[in-house]
T-cell receptor, first 113, second 113 residues
Framework: SQTIHQWPATLVQPVGSPLSLECTVEGTSNPNLYWYRQAAGRGLQLLFY??????ISSEVPQNLSASRPQDRQFILSSKKLLLSDSGFYLC????????????FGPGTRLLVL | KQEVTQIPAALSVPEGENLVLNCSFTDSAIYNLQWFRQDPGKGLTSLLLIQSSQREQTSGRLNASLDKSSGRSTLYIAASQPGDSATYLC????????????FGSGTRLQVQP
């Protein structure tokens, strides 16, 4: 069966520090991968998605970047965190089927102080 | 730009009640619609996915309907239980080939024992 992992689960970082959040998927190959952010009291916002290694699409201009160095690994990064980067970051995957249900990871809670 | 609205934002019901959660979207050109459940501080769990050509999907006590022309979906929960307490999110995938989901802000459900 497929599983999706995210780490760390929780992170507290000072403003201006770098960020690296990791997401890995097991049990499937060539998944579509997604990074979402959920700010307090708001819906989920898609940040990036990837259909293959090295292929990244950005949905909104921001302080963050994403990379996909391996088929089942998706990394969210920042060189200098802003206060507004605080939120709950969710990674998701889907397969190349007609239904394309998206499956979500457990999330990383980021607090920038 | 697609907008997804969920009403009500919060709902509290006694155990055993049947209830309906509403989701509306502004652009009817969707590929599919998905309902998720999110427990506090956790990731999302996919409940039901309805293709644009379908009218409804059922899973156990859950039934989701889709009226694409009017831009509406409902999630019906029969015989609610305290374990159903969570935030329920609906999300639509556009019909233009993009894989990004647009989420509503959710309905927070509390089922009182």
């Amino acid at each position: 069966s497929q599983t999706i992992h995210q780490w760390p689960a929780t992170l507290v970082q000072p403003v201006g520090s770098p960020l690296s959040l990791e997401c890995t998927v097991e049990g499937t190959s060539n998944p579509n991968l997604y990074w979402y952010r959920q700010a307090a009291g708001r819906g989920l916002q898609l940040l990036f998605y990837s259909v293959g290694i090295g292929q990244i699409s950005s949905e909104v201009p921001q302080n963050l970047s994403a990379s996909r160095p391996q088929d089942r690994q998706f990394i969210l990064s920042s060189k200098k965190l802003l206060l507004s980067d605080s939120g709950f970051y969710l990674c998701a995957w889907s397969v190349h089927l007609s239904q394309e249900t998206q499956y979500f990871g457990p999330g990383t809670r980021l607090l920038v102080l | 730009k697609q907008e997804v609205t969920q009403i009500p934002a919060a709902l509290s019901v006694p155990e055993g009640e049947n209830l309906v959660l509403n989701c509306s979207f502004t652009d009817s050109a969707i590929y599919n619609l998905q309902w998720f459940r999110q427990d506090p501080g956790k990731g999302l769990t996919s409940l039901l996915l309805i293709q644009s050509s379908q009218r409804e999907q059922t899973s156990g006590r859950l039934n989701a309907s889709l009226d694409k022309s009017s831009g509406r979906s409902t999630l019906y929960i029969a015989a609610s239980q305290p374990g159903d307490s969570a935030t329920y999110l609906c999300a639509v995938r556009p019909g233009t080939g993009r894989r990004a989901l647009t989420f509503g802000s959710g309905t927070r459900l509390q089922v009182q024992p």
